[in-house]
């Protein structure tokens, strides 16, 4: 079998623990005796980044700048306790996710893999519904105050200008607890945008929802927003046949609820951090959630939603042969060979990264998966649960049968 080509590289981002492993046996197994792989490796285990001082985590941001489509394996955010684990840690290194999402200033999709043997938990949805969580401001970079008699609070902004606006919040007649949050149009325009160019890309629909019957000011601001980029994409959405849609909070879980899914779900920070949680539990299991990075200037950056499952490595570490899931760091893969695939115009690669997520979700049908799965699925044959690796085999079996039909 010829090896499929490569243009451009791809940014390889490698990351830590039990997924490191699996990173190394996804690449030799369904990657490397397909494609002529071309990357740009990055290290970002916590080794390297703590001998670079944090520098591989910037250049590798950098070049995903640079190249525009990157894959991300899990890493380790340290911690207190991380610090005792791995005592030569120069400090508590930042989270390489957010240090990235600072220099591409995304936002994330979060997007269920689904198969037909995993059944969600709400009947109705027959399609994923894809949650875009705005991760700028808002309660995460609020100042709280808790104050202990009587008296009264206002807000004051002090312009460069020397202009300075004041306003009261609330006067009270005893203990009170307060708080003053924000966000920059900058942000909100950036969210915005690349919520326009996922949807298009991904050619489904926009939902935004807020709260701008009662936060008047602060969400109307927001839905202001998401008018105006609308604007400037209106005439893709008609072509495509799609719809951006705005409706308040409380409405749109209700619809959601009675959706079919299918669509792209906008939420402020907060509703994002909440909603993500219950999507990717009603869908099945956090192991079959892939997350996408999408920059305002369309780079990518695809990753698996879940870390680096620690305890899962430890046993690893004593020799046992795991059943840890790698779907959603295959699908990590997969949407960044046909993301390349797509700007490069390689139509071979975008076939092969399908053909990939097909043997995946083909296999799970037909009975064959990972521990984690087995008590959700609802197969006709008896459900066998098999190690990473006799699972990584029965893919690429798959996978050949497919390619050599094509
Ligand atoms: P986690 O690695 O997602 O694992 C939590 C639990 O979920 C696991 O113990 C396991 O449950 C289950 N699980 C997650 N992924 C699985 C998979 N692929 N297959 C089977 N089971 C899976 O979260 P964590 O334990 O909170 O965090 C571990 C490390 O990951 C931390 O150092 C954290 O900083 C890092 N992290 C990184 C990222 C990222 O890079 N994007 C995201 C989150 C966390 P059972 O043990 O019950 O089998
Ligand atoms: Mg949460």
Same mark, same amino acid.
């Given at each position: 079998m010829q090896k499929i080509q490569m243009k451009t590289p791809l940014v390889e981002i490698d990351g830590d623990e039990m997924t490191r492993v699996l990173w190394q046996m996804i690449k030799d197994t369904l990657i490397l005796p397909f494609i002529d792989l071309k990357t740009e490796y990055y290290d970002l285990g916590l080794k390297s980044r703590n001998d670079t001082d944090d520098q591989i985590t910037v250049d590798a941001a950098l070049a995903t700048k640079k190249h525009g489509v990157a894959v991300k394996c899990a890493t380790i955010t340290p911690n207190r306790q991380r610090m005792d684990e791995y005592p030569e840690l120069k400090q508590m290194w930042k989270s390489p996710n957010s240090t990235i999402r600072s220099i591409l200033d995304g936002t994330v999709f979060r997007a269920p893999i689904t198969v037909d043997c995993i059944r969600p /938990? /709400?009947?109705?949805?027959d399609k994923p519904i894809t949650i875009a969580r705005h991760a700028y401001g808002d309660v995460y970079k609020a100042a709280d105050l808790h104050t202990l008699e009587p008296g009264e609070a206002e807000l004051t902004f002090r312009g460069e200008s020397g202009k300075t606006e004041t306003l009261s919040v609330q006067k009270v007649d005893g203990p009170a607890v307060w708080q003053a949050m924000h966000n920059t149009e900058a942000s909100i325009r950036s969210f915005a945008k690349a919520c326009f160019q996922y949807a298009v890309d991904t050619k489904q629909d926009l939902w935004f929802s807020t709260k701008d019957t009662i936060a008047k000011v602060y969400d109307g601001q927001f839905k202001a927003v998401f008018e105006q980029e609308f604007e400037g994409c209106r005439d893709k959405f008609e072509a495509l046949g799609i719809k951006y849609f705005y409706t308040l909070i409380d409405d749109a879980v209700a619809r959601a609820m009675r959706s079919e899914g299918g669509f792209i779900w906008a939420l402020k920070n907060y509703d994002g951090d909440v909603m993500s949680d219950m999507v990717a539990t009603a869908f099945g299991s956090l192991a079959m959630m892939t997350s996408v990075l999408v920059s305002p200037d369309g780079n990518y950056e695809y990753e698996a939603a879940h870390g680096t499952v620690t305890q899962h490595y430890y046993r690893y570490l004593e020799g046992e042969e795991t059943s840890t899931n790698p779907i959603a760091t295959i699908f990590a893969w997969t949407g960044a060979l046909f993301k390349r695939g797509e700007l490069d115009n390689l139509p071979k690669l975008c076939e092969f990264a399908k053909s990939l997520e097909d043997a995946c979700t083909d296999t799970i049908s037909s009975g064959t998966m990972t521990g984690d799965l087995t008590r959700l699925a609802e197969t006709s044959a008896a459900a066998k649960s098999v190690t990473s690796r006799e699972f990584l085999d029965a893919v690429c079996r798959r996978l050949r049968d497919k390619m050599s039909k094509t």
């Open positions: /938990v /709400v009947k109705t949805w």
